[in-house]
Each structure stands twice: as C-alpha cells, then as structure tokens.
C-alpha cells in the first residue's frame, strides 16, 4: 500500500480564496483524522471520521472549514475564505483502531 | 477536555549523551503511543504501551508508561544524529473509542 496520499504538498493562495486539500486514505482503514500543526499549538486534531461519517468536529477553527467524506477513499478539507493565520501543516491520517498513519501533509501558506 | 502535556520542549544534546522527553496526562489514559516526526516530515508511530507500569525497548529506546496511567516516558541511550526530530506522545481516554490526544511534542537536536 503507498501509505496516506495528500495532495497538494505544498500550497500557496491568497487571503479570502478557497482551499481544498485532498487526501486518500490506506485501504481497509475506518477512521480519517485530520490534522493541523503549528509551531505555536503543535498538532491539532480538526475532525475525524469512522466509516465516512464524521464523528467529532470539535476542532474546526470555525465555519470556514469544513471537510467530507464522500468515500472510504477520499476526503476533502475546504477553507473558504482562507485567511492567513490558516498557514499552517495540515496531515490527513487514518486508522484502524491502533496507530495512526500520517500523510505527508500539505504545507498551507496564505498570503 | 484531556490534556496531555509534554517536557521539555526543545533539548540539544551531543552526540553520545542521554535523552529523556516526559508526558502527563489530566485524565487517566487507556493507552499511550509515542510518535517521532523528522524535519520536515510526517509523524510516524513508533510503540504503544497498555499496561499498568508497562517498559518497552525498540535497540536504544526505551519506553514507560506510568503505574497510574497518566504519565509515561521515552529515553533514549546514546544518543545519534539519526534521532533528530521531534517526539510526541499521544494519550487515549480509557471510556469507549476515544481519538488521539497528542502533546506539543519535544524537539530533539543532536550536535555531532
């Protein structure tokens, strides 16, 4: 298996555009986390899915963002309109009940 | 809601010298992973301890998970350049599925 597939790596918009990151889980995996990392507040948990359906999303910043599930391959987080303190890491990770698999990660810059 | 809080922050070390990163729960946990990220890249699991007082070794590391479930710990012995990165622990509530809860992480540089 390739492991978790993120796309883009790296992404660069300007204030008040949208932004959708992609990811693509390990197959046979029931959970997707979504992931933000900064400096300043390390790794946070956004949203996390079992089974395509979203379970806790708590951790979206605010109505912004939002992600979906649409199958157990695919997930999209969307920030409309981006801002820049959205400049960030974000991961894409899936489970099955033990370890997380990270992605790669797509790299956010906002400008 | 759970915290799990993570020490030191940043350690730099030489090569050859000891290291050891500590993490403490608010809430007793059911398990706890550890995880190591290098520069630049993604986390990656490393181990995952269940048990009461449990000690696990992976070579150089070794890793303890606290008599009461709240704290555990990750030392590694001589260290190397390879194990620059930085280490998180990630902590999960004992009641029913529980996500990850992952501390800030301690950022380990070693000077040759």
């Known amino acids: 298996d390739a492991g978790v597939i993120q796309s883009p790596r790296h992404e660069v918009t300007e204030m008040g555009q949208e932004v959708t990151l992609r990811c693509k889980p390990i197959s046979g995996h029931d959970y997707l986390f979504w992931y933000r990392q900064t400096m300043m507040r390390g790794l946070e948990l956004l949203i996390y899915?079992?089974?395509?359906?979203?379970?806790?999303d708590s951790g979206m910043p605010e109505d912004r963002f939002s992600a979906k599930m649409p199958n157990a391959s695919f997930s999209t987080l969307k920030i409309q309109p981006s801002e820049p303190r959205d400049s960030a890491v974000y991961f894409c990770a899936s489970s099955l009940l033990r370890e997380a698999f990270f992605g790669q990660g797509t790299r956010l810059t906002v400008v | 809601g759970q915290q799990v809080m993570q020490i030191p922050q940043y350690q730099h070390v030489q090569e050859g010298e000891d290291f050891t990163t500590y993490c403490n729960s608010s809430?007793?946990?059911?398990?706890i992973q550890w995880y190591k990220q290098r520069p630049g890249g993604h986390p990656v699991f490393l181990i995952q301890l269940v048990k009461s007082g449990e000690v696990k070794k992976q070579k150089r590391l070794t890793f303890q998970f606290g008599e009461a479930k709240k704290n555990s710990s990750l030392h590694i012995t001589a260290t190397q350049t390879t194990d620059v990165g930085t280490y998180f622990c990630?902590?999960?509530?004992?009641?029913?599925?529980?996500?990850?809860?992952f501390g800030k992480g301690t950022m380990l540089l070693v000077s040759p």
């Open positions: 809430t007793t946990l059911s398990n």
């Open positions: 990630a902590g999960r509530r004992v009641s029913g599925y529980s996500t990850l809860t």
């Open positions: 899915f079992n089974n395509n359906v979203p379970i806790d």
